[in-house]
């Protein structure tokens, strides 16, 4: 069975300053790996996504995110945090051949100015 | 940009009522999804459907059914509401199933209510 865990409840991070927010997952086969943003009363946005390749993936609003087979790891990045950047972040995995997609139980993330 | 439409963004019903969330999408997908989002818990696949009149259990169906007349829109269906169904619901939908690395596309949500 597929499954994703995202070890940070929240993550407090000056403006400026690089952050990163874990992403691990489990799935039989090779994975299909997605994170997505959420804001205040809104649905969720995609970010980026893993599909094969190079394992840094570039996303939107300059989020970058890392695949490490060895680790079965997904963490994604931003070298310099906004206070806009505020928000709840969804790590996702899909293994191959199969329509449902698993995510995590989301990390807060929260930038001080 | 595919639009996902939910109808409410905040409903409050009580206890025992039959309760109709409705989505719509505008890009011909073929994939539509149900998910709730509850704090601690991430976002819990309800049902999904591949094609019209099609549908499949998620995670967490007890208490739900789910319509899908037309490719365009897919109902979820709560048949007695419960408190225990409180929670933000959240409608998705994607391209065809060969298409797997394709994102879903998301609407912004209906907080219900039940009291």
């Known amino acids: 069975a597929q499954s994703v865990a995202q070890p940070e409840d929240q993550v407090n991070v000056a403006e400026g300053n690089p952050l990163t927010v874990k992403c691990t997952y489990s799935?039989?086969?090779?994975?299909?790996l997605f994170w997505y943003v959420q804001y205040p009363n809104r649905g969720l946005q995609f970010l980026l996504k893993?599909?094969?390749?190079?394992?840094l993936v570039k996303g939107s609003y300059g989020f970058e995110a890392e695949f490490n087979k060895s680790q079965t790891s997904f963490h994604l990045k931003k070298p310099s945090a906004l206070v806009s950047d505020s928000a709840l972040y969804f790590c996702?995995?899909?293994?191959?051949?199969?329509?449902?997609?698993?995510f995590g139980t989301g990390t807060r993330l929260l930038v001080s100015p | 940009d595919v639009k996902v439409t939910q109808s409410s963004r905040y409903l409050v019903k009580r206890t025992g009522e039959k309760v109709f969330l409705e989505c719509v999408q505008d890009?011909?997908?073929?994939?539509m999804f149900w998910y709730r989002q509850d704090p601690g818990l991430g976002l819990r696949l309800i049902y999904f459907?591949?094609?019209?009149?099609?549908?499949e259990k998620g995670d967490i169906p007890e208490g739900y059914s789910v319509s899908r007349e037309k490719k365009e829109r897919f109902s979820l269906i709560l048949e007695s509401a419960s408190t225990n169904q409180t929670s933000m619901y959240l409608c998705?939908?994607?391209?065809?199933?060969?298409?797997?690395?394709?994102?879903?596309?998301f609407g912004n949500g209906t907080r219900l209510t039940v009291t």
């Open positions: 998705a939908s994607s391209p065809p199933g060969q298409r797997l690395n394709s994102p879903l596309h």
């Open positions: 799935v039989s086969g090779n994975p299909y």
């Open positions: 893993y599909i094969t390749g190079d394992n």
């Open positions: 996702a995995v899909r293994d191959r051949g199969f329509q449902k997609l698993v």
């Open positions: 890009m011909d997908h073929e994939n």
């Open positions: 459907s591949y094609d019209v009149k099609m549908k």
